[in-house]
């Protein structure tokens, strides 16, 4: 019978606990980016200019318009669409659709199929969800 000391059982139990709310962290992070992407999604599909459906509707429809016309996109100099694109990621990610209405959804699905999974995971990880929510609430 092998015998542990107090000290190698605290150890593990704390990793575990570390485990724990690592995970958690993670899974309410993506329940939220979740809730934000079907936002997204009605957004993009959205013909209502005075729809009520989501407080965020007519706020996302903006940045999705200035997303289309912004000049710093390309230079990735415009926080705006550096998050917009974030999503529009995170989106692409999951997303199903042979056609789909989310800006870059195609093109992201395309570089996808030529990365590894592991980074994807990596740029998850380094994702502020606060930056997103303090965006869409402007």
């Known amino acids: 019978m092998a015998s542990h000391s107090y000290d190698e059982n605290v150890g593990e ?3 575990n606990i570390a485990e724990n709310t690592s995970d958690s962290v993670y899974k309410k992070r993506q329940e939220s980016i979740q809730k934000i992407i079907e936002k997204l999604i009605h957004a993009v599909n959205c013909k209502n200019e ?3 459906t989501f407080a965020t509707c007519n706020r996302l429809k903006q940045i999705l318009s200035h997303l289309q016309i ?3 996109r390309k230079e990735n100099k415009c926080s705006v669409c550096k998050q917009m694109i974030a999503l529009c990621c995170f989106h692409a990610k ?3 659709a042979e056609i789909c209405q989310i800006p870059f959804c195609r093109q992201f699905k395309l570089k996808f199929a030529e990365k ?3 980074k994807f995971v990596q740029e998850f990880k380094k994702f502020q969800l606060e930056d997103v929510e303090e965006f869409i609430s402007m």
């Open 116 to 118: 590894d999974q592991k």
């Open 13 to 15: 139990d704390d990793s």
């Open 94 to 96: 999951q997303c199903k």
């Open 50 to 52: 005075s729809c009520t």
């Open 70 to 72: 912004c000049k710093n």
